[in-house]
């Protein structure tokens, strides 16, 4: 049995590996993130994602979108890459520029730009490792790809997204974009969708002993926890446990953030769980966290008690 087991852990379809495709319009009429947030248009966008990566990798199967991340002016999109043979097949035609031409043809095709190409910047990156500096190393990249196993599923709004690709009943092996069909999927499924399923929040919670009004975090919220949480952002992005904060997650906000310092990663932490969590993003989830990563003080700020005060004067009289 044993020996089964190694071999079917070298074997194909155990190989799995991860990445994140940054992609950027170089124009400043086409922003992608733009697109992908009007509900008109998100199957639209995603569909030629699907489509360039398809054709990159030799089938549907051989890569799946897990999570679609919106930073102005870039798409940034997690991948799964299911096998080693369409994971090298994707990084030769990535190298050799067949997935930059195939989502440049599609868009101009989605957005009428008949006569004029739009231009896209494309980044592969593995943490903090960019893959298009070593591309010609085939195995250091698979090697870096299959490290950054994912640990996650793909989000809610991909699971729908893939359902409405998949509804289409365009032609299978065209390049183009979706025709009138297409775009109205993404506005009647995963809006009302999306809230319908989440469990209401509690109205109170307890902490300290006390009780409190449970609500959505608010922008205060957020731009308090960004001055004082600092380096400990991550622990409490973990401490959250909500899915589109993972490891893989966090990795790809400390990068996206690294020049803007510690409190725009930590801001934009909660900004992403208020995102992906909806009204399940509460206060009562954020000082549970906090709590758990040994914040208890920054728990208390947001909370209004007065020991955080009383500590806080007590160290400016020490100094």
């Known amino acids: 049995m044993a020996d089964d087991s190694r071999k079917m852990a070298d074997g194909l379809q155990e190989w799995s590996g991860g990445a994140y495709l940054f992609v950027e319009s170089s124009t400043e009429t086409v922003i992608l993130p733009n697109l992908y947030q009007d509900p008109q248009q998100k199957l639209a966008i995603f569909r030629v994602l699907k489509l360039a990566l398809a054709g990159c990798t030799g089938s549907q199967d051989g890569v799946q979108i897990l999570k679609i991340h919106c930073s102005n002016p870039k798409l940034i999109v997690q991948l799964k890459f299911c096998g080693q043979e369409p994971c090298t097949r994707f990084l030769r035609g990535y190298g050799e520029g067949a997935l930059r031409a195939a989502l440049q043809d599609s868009l101009v095709a989605l957005l009428g730009h008949a006569q004029n190409p739009v231009p896209l910047h494309l980044e592969l990156r593995v943490g903090s490792e960019r893959l298009d500096l070593m591309l010609q190393e085939e195995e250091r990249c698979l090697h870096c790809i299959q490290q950054a196993k994912p640990d996650r599923l793909p989000d809610e709004e991909i699971g729908e997204l893939e359902v409405a690709f998949r509804s289409l009943t365009c032609d299978p092996g065209g390049g183009g974009a979706p025709k009138a069909p297409a775009p109205k999927a993404p506005a009647h499924s995963p809006p009302p969708s999306a809230p319908?399923?989440?469990?209401?929040?509690?109205?109170?919670?307890?902490?300290?002993?006390?009780?409190?009004?449970?609500?959505?975090?608010?922008?205060?919220?957020?731009?308090?926890?960004?001055?004082?949480?600092?380096?400990?952002?991550?622990?409490?992005?973990?401490?959250?446990?909500?899915?589109?904060?993972?490891?893989?997650?966090?990795?790809?906000?400390?990068?996206?953030?690294?020049?803007?310092?510690?409190?725009?990663?930590?801001?934009?932490?909660?900004?992403?769980?208020?995102?992906?969590?909806?009204?399940?993003?509460?206060?009562?989830?954020?000082?549970?966290?906090?709590?758990?990563?040994?914040?208890?003080?920054?728990?208390?700020?947001?909370?209004?008690?007065?020991?955080?005060?009383?500590d806080q004067a007590r160290e400016e009289e020490q100094d």
């Open 196 to 310: 319908a399923r989440a469990p209401a929040p509690a109205q109170t919670f307890v902490f300290q002993g006390q009780q409190f009004a449970n609500r959505p975090l608010s922008l205060e919220d957020r731009q308090k926890f960004a001055r004082s949480v600092g380096r400990k952002w991550r622990t409490v992005g973990r401490a959250l446990n909500c899915r589109a904060l993972r490891e893989h997650d966090l990795d790809a906000l400390a990068y996206e953030y690294d020049r803007d310092g510690l409190y725009e990663q930590a801001f934009q932490l909660l900004h992403r769980f208020v995102l992906a969590e909806g009204r399940r993003a509460t206060l009562q989830r954020l000082v549970e966290a906090l709590d758990k990563s040994s914040l208890t003080s920054l728990a208390e700020d947001l909370l209004g008690l007065p020991a955080y005060r009383e």
